[in-house]
């Protein structure tokens, strides 16, 4: 007997009928003989729509009461959920984060979850329950105030009552059947990933990948917690995400996959005085206006001795405030103008094994000039290179990049990839 | 500066544009001065969209599960009321029924009110808050679950929190302007009853007036609570309920109103042994399936003798299980047969005065008679009669009481009532 926790979105719990598909599949895997734990988001659009009732009232809604407000949605979908496993006849008890112990920071609207003590729901699975918990919610234990832990705060709560309860593995439902090698919409060959590291996960979500929550990557990561990323739909395996990708790491993939982000844009300031603590002052500025910054590339000209420019990369959500900051401190840092491009794409190579195997860079930046794409900044880690290229061109980055890994799925193939030794 | 506790029901609350309407008085009353409580229900029809959600899962929905469900709307209403209290310039906190100290017992779907600690709402009072409190909802200390108070259960949560707080009145706030001598859409002439005791308003609410919960009545008897019963649309006084109707009891009136209840069934057992323990046999099996006995009346006949009829009436809803209950012990107690009567109506009389004023019971018994309508049960307390007559005489039973006891407005009169020594 193992424990499993799963966790369920809100496309799976959207109506009725989808919440007893889903108790269904609950019922099932308890009645096989594991002890289940079953995290739940909100039905459907439930979160968007309390959104837009908070709009009708005020545009700057305190954000202790849109906490509570949102909390409502999980309310509903666990209580739901609880009422439907037991129709299948299988005890079922639902606990809001404060009840299952999800404590979290002061934070309103996108708190950390400091701790898990999960002691309810311990004893409602030992009295033969399967436990319902609220995802995206936790409390705030000195004020004792709901909390919410913002965008995928359900992927991080199953991952985070997982490691509380020394689950076996942690299953999060989506609508696909797991992370692929490249967004299929763009590469239709690309292939599902059926092992990967958390760093490799990491990497890909914080690359644009978007059906993992990054947040719920590292609580893997630092408790150990396994997690299978699989669809709702079907029984099949999805991808898993472990320690080590394989036992036999002769065998393990060099790369994972491609991702791409359509979301970011570029700043680049003009004729920056090229003395110490400059670009200390323009990150400083930047930093106060809380932006993201992502990749950041310097450049002295030989042309304008004692001038140089900086590129940066950042959200474009954050671009505005970000040029309100550089045109205060235009004056005192000195420096000549400063240019906003939201037209794009940052597309990423990401794979543990590429640290060890040289030639991986190489063979990248091969594939983009022979597809003709023009690189406009660079940054790596040692198991991720990304560029920026032009919004327009990204799809084909993606491809040229994809195939030329050799990502590509081939009809009958039944392993699915494997090192390749390059 | 007074405390004031105010309740607003879901009508008052349907939707954004109402929200915001209570919330510009909520506003006013404190900036006028006063600390202010306000308990809101949930908005408009949630409560019943909940419950069809949970239809269409299961039709035999865990009471535990149901009351988590049903509470997401008071927390949907209040932190939205809360965001609307903000918006004019007053700080606003919301809080669950278990952050604002409402201790229950674990009776699910109606659970009593055991104790009020309301620690953080006097803490947010202090702190320059109003305080926003979900009605209808408390918490079990023992299994830590919410728990709810059932039907008019928010009245009851803002009579116990002004209890707690030793508020200076509890606002009850409605679509009406108050509780009436009888309901105006049968007796138009109808007045509203400006003062009421606790005891007049507990026998109006038990006979069928339906503006104010039963359970908050006897919670603000129980305290002390004064009771102001007012419309959310206007801002003229409302019917006030407190210990004594006037410090000057000769001119209390006799007669408060005149209620009606079209709610009940007649359950009438045919030749019923007259031996000692049959009627304690008959009610214990009715009791054993919780229905709520109203009126009795028992006839020894003297055309059959050892045997008498046994009549009772309950509501209709507990009409089906009673049935069955009595089918089972027909055949030991040994009565004949029994009869069901929906088709019955109930008409009360309700005034503290006429404990102390006789002939009271002569008018009443005339004023039907000389209407033409039969009486089928009669029931009396020190403070009310009540009698049982065919439904479609009800109507006709409401207004001739209501003329007979003086009770019609009379245009230009500015006092609404008097006592008149009858």
Same mark, same amino acid.
């Given at each position: 007997?193992?424990?499993?926790?799963?966790?369920?979105?809100?496309?799976?719990?959207?109506?009725?009928?989808?919440?007893?598909?889903?108790?269904?599949?609950?019922?099932?895997?308890?009645?096989?003989?594991?002890?289940?734990?079953?995290?739940?988001?909100?039905?459907?659009?439930?979160?968007?729509?309390?959104?837009?009732?908070?709009?009708?009232?005020?545009?700057?809604?305190?954000?202790?009461?849109?906490?509570?407000?949102?909390?409502?949605?999980?309310?509903?979908?666990?209580?739901?959920?609880?009422?439907?496993?037991?129709?299948?006849?299988?005890?079922?008890?639902?606990?809001?984060?404060?009840?299952?112990?999800?404590?979290?920071?002061?934070?309103?609207?996108?708190?950390?979850?400091?701790?898990?003590?999960?002691?309810?729901?311990?004893?409602?699975?030992?009295?033969?329950?399967?436990?319902?918990?609220?995802?995206?919610?936790?409390?705030?234990?000195?004020?004792?105030?709901?909390?919410?832990?913002?965008?995928?705060?359900?992927?991080?709560?199953?991952?985070?009552?997982?490691?509380?309860?020394?689950?076996?593995?942690?299953?999060?439902?989506?609508?696909?059947?797991?992370?692929?090698?490249?967004?299929?919409?763009?590469?239709?060959?690309?292939?599902?990933?059926?092992?990967?590291?958390?760093?490799?996960?990491?990497?890909?979500?914080?690359?644009?990948?978007?059906?993992?929550?990054?947040?719920?990557?590292?609580?893997?990561?630092?408790?150990?917690?396994?997690?299978?990323?699989?669809?709702?739909?079907?029984?099949?395996?999805?991808?898993?995400?472990?320690?080590?990708?394989?036992?036999?790491?002769?065998?393990?993939?060099?790369?994972?996959?491609?991702?791409?982000?359509?979301?970011?844009?570029?700043?680049?300031?003009?004729?920056?005085?090229?003395? !110490? =603590?400059?670009? #200390?002052?323009? *990150? /400083? @500025?930047?930093?106060?206006?809380?932006? %993201?910054?992502? &990749? $950041?590339?310097?450049?002295?000209?030989?042309?304008?001795?004692?001038?140089?420019?900086?590129?940066?990369?950042?959200?474009?959500?954050?671009?505005?405030?970000?040029?309100?900051?550089?045109?205060?401190?235009?004056?005192?840092?000195?420096?000549?103008?400063?240019?906003?491009?939201?037209?794009?794409?940052?597309?990423?190579?990401?794979?543990?094994?590429?640290?060890?195997? !040289? =030639?991986?860079? #190489?063979?990248? *930046? /091969? @594939?983009?000039?022979?597809?003709?794409? %023009?690189?406009? &900044? $660079?940054?790596?880690?040692?198991?991720?290179?990304?560029?920026?290229?032009?919004?327009?061109?990204?799809?084909?980055?993606?491809?040229?990049?994809?195939?030329?890994?050799?990502?590509?799925?081939?009809?009958?193939?039944?392993?699915?990839?494997?090192?390749?030794?390059?």
């Amino acid at each position: 007997m193992s424990l499993i926790v799963q966790k369920y979105g809100g496309s799976s719990v959207s109506n009725a009928a989808a919440i007893k598909r889903v108790a269904k599949r609950v019922a099932a895997t308890q009645q096989q003989g594991h002890d289940v734990v079953v995290v739940v988001s909100a039905m459907g659009d439930t979160t968007d729509e309390l959104l837009d009732l908070a709009g009708a009232i005020t545009h700057e809604p305190s954000q202790r009461e849109l906490d509570i407000l949102l909390t409502a949605g999980e309310r509903i979908s666990m209580s739901l959920l609880a009422m439907a496993v037991a129709n299948y006849g299988v005890q079922a008890q639902s606990f809001t984060g404060q009840q299952a112990g999800v404590i979290t920071d002061a934070v309103y609207g996108r708190a950390q979850i400091i701790d898990v003590v999960p002691h309810r729901i311990r004893k409602a699975l030992d009295a033969g329950n399967v436990a319902i918990v609220a995802g995206f919610q936790g409390v705030d234990p000195i004020a004792n105030d709901v909390t919410t832990l913002g965008r995928g705060g359900s992927d991080t709560t199953a991952v985070a009552i997982a490691a509380g309860l020394g689950a076996d593995v942690c299953e999060i439902y989506t609508d696909v059947d797991g992370v692929y090698t490249a967004d299929p919409r763009i590469v239709p060959t690309a292939k599902k990933i059926e092992r990967a590291t958390y760093e490799e996960m990491l990497e890909l979500a914080a690359c644009g990948a978007k059906i993992l929550a990054l947040r719920s990557v590292e609580y893997g990561r630092r408790y150990g917690v396994p997690i299978h990323v699989r669809s709702s739909f079907s029984q099949s395996p999805g991808t898993y995400v472990s320690l080590s990708t394989q036992e036999d790491s002769v065998e393990a993939p060099i790369i994972s996959g491609v991702a791409h982000d359509r979301s970011e844009a570029k700043i680049t300031i003009v004729d920056v005085p090229d003395v !110490p =603590g400059t670009a #200390a002052d323009i *990150f /400083a @500025a930047v930093a106060e206006v809380s932006a %993201n910054i992502d &990749m $950041i590339v310097q450049n002295v000209s030989a042309a304008r001795p004692g001038l140089t420019d900086i590129s940066f990369t950042l959200p474009e959500g954050d671009g505005k405030r970000t040029l309100s900051a550089l045109r205060r401190i235009q004056g005192d840092v000195g420096f000549a103008s400063f240019q906003y491009d939201d037209q794009i794409g940052k597309v990423s190579l990401v794979g543990a094994g590429m640290k060890s195997h !040289p =030639g991986v860079s #190489a063979r990248f *930046f /091969a @594939a983009l000039r022979d597809a003709g794409i %023009n690189v406009e &900044m $660079i940054s790596t880690s040692e198991i991720r290179i990304s560029v920026a290229v032009r919004a327009d061109q990204l799809d084909d980055a993606v491809r040229a990049i994809h195939t030329a890994f050799d990502l590509d799925s081939h009809d009958g193939e039944a392993t699915v990839y494997a090192g390749t030794g390059r």
